[in-house]
Every structure is written in C-alpha cells, then in structure tokens.
C-alpha cells in the first residue's frame, strides 16, 4: 500500500494573513464577524519600526479581483470598535508598513500597485493616487475606499517639519470617454491651510496628485 499525504493548498482560504512590521507574521484563523482588533490585540504585536498611523488590507473577492482598503493601527488601539477597526473577509491580507525604510515600505506597496496596474480599466488606469514634496514617503499608494487628504498625508509618512502647511496644490485629470475623440484635462486647485479639518477632510479621487510644498527659504 501506498498512501500520499499533501500539503494544505497556499490559498489558505479561511484564513487571515499579517505580515510587515509585526513581531507575530504568521496566519489566523478566519470566523465571521472577526475584527482587525481580534487579532491585532496590543501594541507589543507591532515592531518598533510599525507604522501606527496607516497601514493596508489586501482583499481579494472570489472572481479573483483585488482591492485595497486602509487603516489606522493607532485607531485600531485605542478607541473601541472604531470605524478603522474593520471586519475582515476570509484570505484578507493585513500589511504593516514601515516607517524607517523608504525602500522596505516601497517593496510592501509596489505589489499591491502592481496588482491593481494588471486589473486596471481602459481609460480608468490604476486605481492610486500621489503625494509629492514635503513628506517622508512621497511616491505613489493606493487609492481607497472614501480617502482623504488627511489618509494621503498618512500613507506619506507625514508631512516633514519643513512643509509649509499654509498652501498646497492638488491635481486632479478628467477624461471624457464618451466622445468619439476622447479628451483628457489636468486641473490644478490651491489649497487653504493643510491644518485645517475642511482640507483634510476633503475627499480625493483617483489619479489625484497632492503637492507639498517646503517652507520659503528653509
């Protein structure tokens, strides 16, 4: 007699995975109703190179396609069953950014883009948006669901303590498909005060290019 015993699939279907600046990466078991804070428990989860402030899911529906959601872990932490404190999804992906390691925290995001680059819709591109100046981590992140410029602020590590915060500029592209000669447009918008809640509270799109600026003659 001969009998074969095979590995458990990679797929891992029922199960939830966290990897990044997490002193415990490993996978946990998915039930219904399981939260961000049922596995994430305590900051000493984290290393001390974690980003607290923003931090990535992984979604992947049954078809195959994949989306990008976002979090605080700070938020996570502290306030009970807050909004950030999301219910995960059977195979959901929990990634902990760095917030040391410009190049690490690239190689973390670069496959998510890479993944949304190949799902990407004619005329609609990558579903990302970029932050560009005065913050620790300019370049390119996902768009998200309802992001604002206080979540872009986040992904780009924060804003550097030379950014002027008193005026910012956003570019936003429109493109009209539903012409039989297509057109595209780039708009620029000056913002007020990056400190103030209207500003960062507005909501952005995708495509959208926020511009920080260094404080004249810093």
């Known amino acids: 007699d001969h009998i074969e015993v095979f590995p458990v699939i990679d797929s891992s279907i029922n199960a939830i995975t966290l990897t990044g600046e997490i002193n415990l990466a490993k996978k946990y078991e998915w039930r219904k109703g399981i939260r961000i804070s049922d596995i994430i428990k305590s900051k000493s989860f984290y290393t001390p190179q974690a980003d607290l402030n923003y931090a990535l899911i992984r979604r992947e529906n049954p078809k195959g396609k994949v989306s990008i959601l976002s979090f605080s872990p ?22 902990i950014l760095s917030r040391s390691e410009s190049s ?89 005060s990056l400190l103030s809640s209207e500003t960062l509270d507005m909501k952005l799109r995708s495509k959208d290019i926020l511009s920080i600026k260094p404080i004249p003659s810093w």
Not at 74 to 95: F, G, K, W, Y
Not at 136 to 155: C, K, Q, V, W
């Open 104 to 192: 690490k925290r690239q190689r973390q995001i670069r496959p998510l883009l890479e993944e949304l680059r190949y799902a990407g819709q004619p005329g609609q591109g990558v579903p990302s948006v970029n932050v560009a100046g005065m913050v620790h981590f300019p370049g390119e992140y996902p768009f998200t669901p309802n992001m604002t410029i206080s979540d872009l602020i986040s992904a780009g590590g924060g804003m550097t303590g030379s950014a002027y915060t008193l005026s910012s500029e956003l570019s936003r592209q429109s493109v009209d498909l539903n012409t039989s000669n297509p057109t595209a447009s780039i708009a620029h918008f000056t913002l007020e």
């Open 74 to 95: 700070n938020r996570v932490l502290s306030e009970n069953r807050s909004d950030e404190d999301l219910i995960l999804l059977p195979a959901d992906t929990l990634i």
